[in-house]
């Protein structure tokens, strides 16, 4: 019978803290160290180990991309979305051109309808707003504007 070894041993803690300070990424040090990824990230969050901020160029070249993509995709959903509802606020949503999951295409609009699996299962089919995947009425239910 053998013992369990502990996972961390005072040698595997001081070469955290060693590749900590160094600025090895969690997955560095675990491949250094010899556990996992998660127990490496567990651990120094119970040793309270912080590192300082990345500088501000950093985090603004890899995080400014996304931010803008997001905002204007923000920014085009909120504008269709206010333009339809301004044009049909409580209009019901005709449901006339149903199609199955293999009709689907870019000119149908993709809400689904009923519960998967059940035998009436289908989307809604309608023509989608232009850059949208659902159709005016779909669109409204889809993209509410939040009151913050």
Known sequence: MSAIQ??????????????????????????????SRNAVIGKISRLNLM???????????????????ASRLRRQILRAVSVEETRAAEEPIANGHRCSLFELSKQTCRWPLSTPG???????????????????????LAYRISAR
């Open 6 to 35: 502990p996972t961390w041993t005072t040698e595997r803690i001081e070469l955290l803290k060693i590749h900590f300070a160094a600025g090895l990424t969690c997955r560095e040090i675990a491949e250094r160290i010899g556990v």
């Open 51 to 69: 590192r300082d901020k990345a500088g501000p160029a950093r985090k603004e070249r890899s995080g400014e991309p996304r931010k803008r993509a």
């Open 118 to 140: 059940a035998a009436d299962f289908c989307f809604c089919g309608n023509p989608p707003l232009e850059g949208l995947p659902y159709c005016p009425g779909h669109s409204r």
